[in-house]
């Protein structure tokens, strides 16, 4: 074009005069490391051992699909000593607030753990989440990343149901997820014997635990109030493995 115009230019020149211009390339962003992990080694199974009702509680999700290809979510919370399913919350979505609703109802009906373990999902590190429990003198016990086999009780429930429930079964709502998985938790509760609890289901294992252990100091040895129930020790009871 330049040339026509009786100006005398270089090739290289006149191709980039009629070059379209390209658009400048967006800034990279820098690269997350660690995921803002929060867990350590400390509270895994090994270093954190339940040592009586209430000490421990693990939470964890199991996900899968209704008919219609929806996502379904299924929130479990165990109680880490005497492996009793104590609720689970089903829903299509599940966030920190939902999380923190459901605990609170099982506080009031369970009574409080000392401590709660998890993974380092968003639900459960949630500031929303974890101040509320140190509030109600509950704490936070995240494992390390990727790191499932240091919160094993709650991953073997959830293996647990969905090698007897979910992967048989097709829900077409969430209503009749709700129903079905209520059901089998009962039973795992108390029909189904386990290996841990010298083939007790996990209700006699606790019912039994807290009548010894009441004989033992007098009182119902629940929920004790000290926070320094890690490394408290729980009499002469013994401890499932």
Same mark, same amino acid.
């Given at each position: ?64 699909? +209704? +008919? ?41 009906? *369970?009574?409080?753990? *000392? ?9 459960? +590190? ?20 990727? !790191? ?83 490394? !408290? ?9």
């Amino acid at each position: 074009m330049l040339v026509t115009e009786g100006w005398a230019v270089k090739p290289q020149a006149d191709r980039a005069a009629v070059a379209p211009r390209r658009a400048p390339r967006p800034a990279r962003r820098k690269k997350r490391i660690g995921n803002d992990a929060k867990g350590a080694a400390a509270n895994s199974i090994w270093n954190l051992p339940a040592m009586f009702p209430n000490h421990v509680w693990s939470l964890d999700f199991v996900s899968m699909r +209704t +008919t219609d290809g929806q996502a379904l979510r299924i929130l479990n919370v165990v109680d880490d000593f005497t492996r009793e399913c104590l609720g689970t919350l089903v829903a299509r979505n599940i966030g920190a607030g939902d999380v923190k609703r459901f605990l609170a109802k099982l506080f009031a009906r *369970h009574g409080k753990p *000392h401590f709660l373990r998890s993974d380092n999902g968003r639900e459960f +590190t949630a500031e929303l989440l974890t101040s509320w429990l140190l509030d109600q003198d509950v704490e936070p016990a995240p494992v390390e990343k990727a !790191s499932p086999q240091q919160n094993a009780y709650v991953e073997r429930f959830n293996g647990t149901m969905r090698d007897d429930l979910l992967n048989g079964e097709q829900f077409h709502s969430v209503l009749e997820a709700r129903v079905v998985i209520a059901e089998w938790v009962e039973r795992y509760n108390t029909v189904r014997p386990h290996r841990g609890l010298g083939m007790k289901t996990p209700a006699q294992f606790a019912a039994e635990w807290r009548a010894q252990a009441k004989e033992i100091v007098g009182r119902p040895l629940n929920n004790p109030t000290s926070r320094q129930a890690r490394s !408290s020790k729980a009499g002469t009871v013994e401890r499932p493995v």
